[in-house]
C-alpha cells in the first residue's frame, strides 16, 4: 500500500503516505482547524506541485533563477449525463486544467519553449493524459480493518 486515505468525520478524510498526512474535505465536528482542501483542488494542487517541480529542475540545470516561482491553476469542469436515461442526474468532471507558470526571470525564447517542455513532462500530467485507468475493489470484511 501506497496511501492510505481514511474516513475521519462529515466529508473529511485523511491520506498518509511515508509518514506526511494531508487532510481534504470539511467535517461535522465543529473543527474547521482539521479541514482542508477539497478533494479535486488537492488534485489540481498536486498537478501544480508535479509541474512545479519538473521546472524546477529544468531552471537549476539551466542556471535560470526560481526562487519565486509560482503555478497558478484554474480547472473547467464540463457537466454530462450520467449514462443511462436522458432524465437522471448529471454529473461534473473537470475537463480541462490551465497551468500558468510565473518566473520572475526574464527568459529568452528557447528558455520559455524548455521550461514548456519541462511543465509537459509531468508524471501525473503524463498520466492522465490519454485516461487513466482507475479500478476500485472491496475489501474482505474478514481481512483486518487498517
Known sequence: ME???KYENGFRFSAVCRGYTVTTGRGDDGNDERDGMW?????????GMCI???????CREQGIPYDDMTVELNRHIKTVPS?????????SRTARIDA????GAKLSREQQQGILEAADSCHITKSIEDGMQIVCSLADAKADNV
Not at 512545479?52 to 529544468?58: E, S
Not at 449514462?83 to 454529473?91: C, D, P
Not at 500558468?100 to 518566473?103: F, T
Request: charged share 20%.
Open 52 to 58: 512545479g517541480g519538473y521546472v524546477a529542475k529544468f
Open 39 to 47: 478533494p479535486a483542488q488537492l488534485f489540481e494542487a498536486s498537478i
Open 83 to 91: 449514462g443511462a436515461a436522458a432524465s437522471e442526474t448529471k454529473v
Open 3 to 5: 496511501v492510505l486515505a
Open 100 to 103: 500558468k507558470i510565473r518566473l
